[in-house]
Structures are given as structure tokens and as C-alpha cells.
């Protein structure tokens, strides 16, 4: 095996697994009230390593922006691919001004309220915004598990059972989003975030991961649906061109 692809084998292999690492690190700092502060900080300049070695390790996206033709899916997909570059960079940027322990060193001094509150809301569009990130990948992601499990094409009956528990998971994702009122973190109608630190971290996580599942599911049937529309209109349009 030549030098050039035994490098894209390990890029190959090394991508999911940061990707893997940064959603997991997004879970977990999204219960801050159940591991403190110090481990809050450390999981956050975790995340911040991840998030340099994924976009290190994506650095031909920043190279295709300019090329080739864009159509209504490609428009999405990287609008929210720069939206969530934003709000990770703001993210990081105010976790680093409010830090108490990781970079206490640094000579930071006003602006906390500001930071604070930035913070909040960046943290739970960042949370959304990962998610939709997820749904554009997850069919490449079912892809893989597919060839890992050996299981090519579900049957009938497996197909129709993984469709109902996708809507199932959906449907109490968007209960969840409700009720846990993330809308109002996300658009700072509020200065402060409720944590319940008394709530059972398995019932939090399986709440976060409901929710993660619905933005997953709305994005990859839209996807699915732009795709179709794209196939559809690309032969009236080799029509209209002959």
C-alpha cells in the first residue's frame, strides 16, 4: 500500500472516532449540574482539542466552498456547517472568559455577565446545531453500521419497526424540548438555567438523546426528500436544455 493511502486509511479511521468523542463530550458537559465545574472545564478544553483535530482533519471542506455547482441541499448543509463554526468559536471563546480553574491564569478581567450569558445560549444551539449536523451524516453513518453488523438491507418487518421508532423517538424529543423549555435558553429569555441536581442522570441523558434523535430524524428525511427533488428535476431539466 503506497504512502497516500495508507494516510487516507487512517483519516478514514481516525474521523469517526473524534466525531464519536465530540458528541459524547457534548453530552457530558450537557450535564453540568451532575459532574461540577473542574470537570466541566476539562471536558469543555476536551472539546475544544476535538474540535481543531475534526476541522483539521475536514480542512478540503474549506477548500470546496467555492467550487462546484450549489444546490438546495449543498446550500443547507453548509450554511449550517458555518453556523455551527460560529457558534462553536463563540462557545469556546466565552467558556475560556468565564473560566474559574483551566485558564483562571489568564489576565481576563470584565465582560463576565456578557460571556455568561453568550455562553448559555451558544451552548444550547451548539447542542442543536450538532445535532442537524448529525442528521446530514447519518445515513453515512447507518452505512457503516450496516457493514459492521453485516446486516446490508433490513427486511420488510425490520425496516417498518426501525421507521416507527424513529417517529417514537421523535416524537418525545420534541415533548422533551418542550418541556424542558430549551427555547428559552436558546433565544435568552432568561439569564439563568435551571439544573435539577437532584434528577437522575440516566433519565437527563436518555432526554438529551431523544432530543438529539429528533433533530437527527427531521434532518435526514429532509435531506432524503431535497435529494429526491434534485433527482426528479435534473432529467425536465436535460429536456429543456436539448
Known amino acids: 500500500m503506497s504512502e497516500g493511502k495508507k494516510r487516507k486509511t487512517a483519516k478514514?479511521?481516525?474521523k469517526p472516532a473524534v466525531d464519536l468523542m465530540m458528541t459524547l463530550a457534548l453530552l457530558f458537559l450537557m450535564g453540568y449540574q451532575f459532574w461540577g465545574e473542574i470537570a466541566h472545564e476539562?471536558?469543555?478544553?476536551g472539546m475544544l482539542v476535538l474540535f481543531l483535530a475534526h476541522h483539521l482533519l475536514n480542512i478540503g471542506w474549506y477548500r470546496s466552498l467555492f467550487r462546484g455547482k450549489y444546490t438546495a441541499i449543498r446550500v443547507l448543509i453548509s450554511f449550517l456547517d458555518l453556523a455551527l463554526l460560529a457558534d462553536m468559536i463563540c462557545l469556546m471563546a466565552s467558556g475560556i472568559l468565564i473560566s474559574g480553574h483551566v485558564f483562571a491564569f489568564l489576565p481576563i478581567t470584565g465582560g463576565m455577565g456578557t460571556?455568561?450569558?453568550m455562553h448559555m445560549a451558544a451552548c444550547y444551539w451548539g447542542f442543536v446545531l450538532m445535532a442537524l449536523h448529525l442528521g446530514f451524516h447519518w445515513g453515512m453513518i447507518v452505512t457503516r453500521l450496516k457493514r459492521i453488523s453485516g446486516i446490508i438491507k433490513p427486511s420488510g418487518v425490520r425496516s417498518v419497526i426501525l421507521r416507527i421508532t424513529g417517529i417514537l423517538i421523535a416524537g418525545y424529543g420534541l415533548y422533551v424540548f418542550v418541556t424542558r423549555d430549551l427555547a428559552t435558553y436558546m433565544f435568552l429569555r432568561t439569564q439563568f438555567v435551571f439544573l435539577d441536581y437532584s434528577e437522575s442522570p440516566i433519565s437527563f441523558y436518555i432526554d438529551y438523546l431523544a432530543m438529539m434523535g429528533l433533530f437527527i430524524w427531521i434532518v435526514?428525511?429532509?435531506?432524503a426528500i431535497l435529494k429526491r427533488s434534485g433527482r426528479n428535476k435534473s432529467p425536465r431539466a436535460k429536456e429543456n436544455h436539448s
Open 220 to 223: 435526514y428525511y429532509l435531506s
Open 115 to 117: 460571556a455568561r450569558r
Open 12 to 14: 478514514a479511521k481516525i
Open 42 to 45: 476539562w471536558a469543555g478544553t
